[in-house]
């Protein structure tokens, strides 16, 4: 599958990495391809504009700080995106890092501003590395999606399965509403990395003992 990572950070690049050892054809899409792809860290990737990497994905992973992504969406254009699939792990987070959208979510925004692309929200409640090796964990934990778009969340389930995430671990939580709890728990997930002092962790939900 063609897949166009919006954004060349910590996330975009782990993603990138995965799904190309899962022999997806990748490339990362930066506000600056020339000047990014001189970067050390982005040597073994396909650097390009914005713009190039939403005509090349038949799915798009918007990988944007959250106050900026919508933004950068705009700019990209309706057209360009309409027809993909648009996996968001984005979140936003002010400068003292509270939630850009409290009582609503990025992936909501995103959704209602390009209806003509399906919005799937996921990989909000782990860090980057548990996202792309859940088998690094001492037992799965879960990952959860949110969309209104039944066959844009198959499509990313298929993605997640590539990752390494179980069928099982795989918790489809509703439409693209639900987004919310995502995005509020990434709160509870910095919570929990602090006192933990790792972040390499997952959440797991614990179903109630058979009657
Ligand atoms: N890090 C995690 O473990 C984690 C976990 C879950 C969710 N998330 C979310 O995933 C998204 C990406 O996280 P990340 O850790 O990969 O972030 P990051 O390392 O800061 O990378 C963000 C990328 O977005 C691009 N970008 C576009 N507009 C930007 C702007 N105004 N300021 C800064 N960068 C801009 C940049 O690429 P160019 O400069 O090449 O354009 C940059 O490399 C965020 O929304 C974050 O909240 C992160």
Redesign the pocket.
């Known amino acids: 599958m063609r897949i166009g990572l919006l954004?060349?950070?910590?996330?975009?690049r782990a993603l990138a990495t995965g799904w190309a050892a899962a022999g997806h054809d990748v490339v990362l899409g930066?506000?600056?391809p020339k000047e990014?792809g001189d970067k050390e860290e982005l040597q073994s990737f396909t650097v390009v504009s914005l713009d190039e990497a939403a005509v090349h994905g038949e799915v798009l992973v918007n990988?944007?700080?959250?106050t900026?992504?919508v933004g950068?969406l705009t700019g990209i254009g309706s057209a360009a995106l309409a027809g993909k699939v648009l996996v968001d792990?984005?979140?936003?987070?002010t400068e003292s890092m509270e939630l850009s959208h409290p009582n609503y979510s990025l992936s909501e925004e995103i959704q209602a501003a390009f209806p003509e692309t399906p919005v799937v929200k996921t990989?909000?409640t782990?860090?980057?590395v548990v996202m792309t090796s859940p088998g690094s964990l001492e037992e799965p934990g879960m990952v959860f999606l949110s969309g209104d778009d039944a066959a844009a969340k198959r499509t990313t389930r298929r993605l997640l399965s590539d990752l390494g995430w179980p069928d099982a671990a795989q918790l489809d939580l509703g439409g693209i509403g639900t987004a919310r709890g995502q995005e509020h728990a990434?709160l509870l997930f910095m919570g929990v990395g602090d006192a933990l002092g790792t972040?390499g962790f997952g959440f797991k939900v614990v179903l109630p003992r058979a009657a």
């Open positions: 954004g060349t950070g910590n996330v975009a930066s506000r600056t990014r990988a944007t700080p959250g900026e992504s950068l792990v984005g979140v936003g987070f990989l909000v782990m860090d980057s990434a972040y």
